[in-house]
């Protein structure tokens, strides 16, 4: 991976073409992005071995899924206005071998992204560790760019949130107050601006809140209760429409009082029934509509024609 390589990957992130933000901040109509999950160059290998712990020595099944995942969605028509990688990037936990060869082939993957089409990079628990430190977040931001922000695209605001900081901040608790103290501003000023109201509200982050309900017993895969009331309560006193994660390896969530939990499967390694895949999602002036492709469908196919024809109306 070169120099230049970091670069155009950076340059990508966030970058809408031809389009200022305040002109962003405005709705022009229906349009549609992808949110793809955990491409974690390395787990396949080490799930089947039974070494997770491991950071995997191959990841040449990792590489091909996310080839594919690229080449699909370059050839929609029409083209999403994004597309969004929820996390657990790659598999190696931070200074562990095999990291540095897992980012640069997944860089080499996403290099082949339609240069109109921007990448926006969300920091999972393997991107930063468990308990990730100032250390980690920071090698985190410099590979792959701020690991909390936000953005608008076609009048909607998007916010990108490091859930690692709401699971186990113990090594770096003033990370998670400044990240704690930026989403209040954001949600405040969503809600009562001043400024431009958006159309809607999505939030970004690797951990879901929650797999099938608010009130399930915490998990390895959801956000603990206390923090998850918590950040369910901000969330819908903005009117955040959704919330889109990955962490999982399977397809879950659910729509709770009005807050839509998207739980989304991988592109890499599969922890259930589900397929190799990612999400298409389709942004009316009403609503936020979603479906989980395979990747062979995608390829195959495209976007399923009753999402097409939404993008139409």
């Not at 230049?4 to 962003?24: P, W």
């Not at 405005?26 to 396949?44: E, N, V």
């Not at 997770?52 to 029409?78: K, Y």
Request: with cysteine; proline share 4%.
């Amino acid at each position: 991976m070169t120099e230049d390589d970091d670069i155009f990957l950076k340059a990508k992130q966030r970058t809408f073409i031809g389009l200022t933000e305040d002109e962003q901040k405005t709705w022009k109509g229906p349009f549609c992005f992808i949110q793809a999950a955990d491409p974690q160059l390395g787990l396949m290998k080490a799930w089947r071995e039974g070494d997770c712990d491991g950071g995997g020595d191959e990841w040449a099944e990792e590489v091909q899924l996310t080839q594919q995942a690229v080449e699909a969605v370059n050839q929609l028509n029409p083209r999403p206005k994004f597309m969004v990688l929820c996390g657990d990037l790659v598999h190696a936990m931070p200074g562990t071998p095999y990291r540095e060869g897992q980012e640069r082939d997944l860089k080499l993957a996403l290099r082949r992204t339609e240069p109109s089409i921007p990448l926006v990079f969300v920091s999972g628990n393997h991107d930063l560790g468990n308990t990730p430190t100032v250390e980690s977040v920071a090698q985190f931001c410099h590979a792959w760019g701020d690991d909390y922000f936000n953005f608008w695209v076609g009048g909607v605001l998007c916010l990108v949130l490091n859930s690692q900081l709401f699971f186990d901040a113990s090594a770096c608790p003033e990370l998670k107050d400044a990240q704690d103290a930026w989403l209040d501003e954001q949600l405040r000023r969503a809600r009562h601006g001043p400024g431009v109201t958006p159309k809607h509200v999505l939030v970004f982050q690797h951990i879901p809140l929650y797999l099938k309900s608010p009130n399930e017993e915490d998990d390895y895969f959801n956000l603990q209760t206390a923090t998850r009331h918590s950040l369910i309560q901000r969330f819908k006193q903005a009117g955040v429409k959704a919330v889109f994660s990955g962490h999982y390896h399977r397809n879950a969530g659910g729509l709770h009082d009005g807050l839509d939990m998207v739980v989304s499967s991988a592109i890499g390694c599969q922890l259930g029934e589900d397929t190799h895949g990612v999400r298409v999602v389709v942004v009316t002036a009403d609503e936020v509509i979603h479906r989980y492709h395979s990747l062979d469908q995608l390829s195959a196919r495209g976007i399923d024609q009753d999402l097409k024809d939404l993008l139409q109306a």
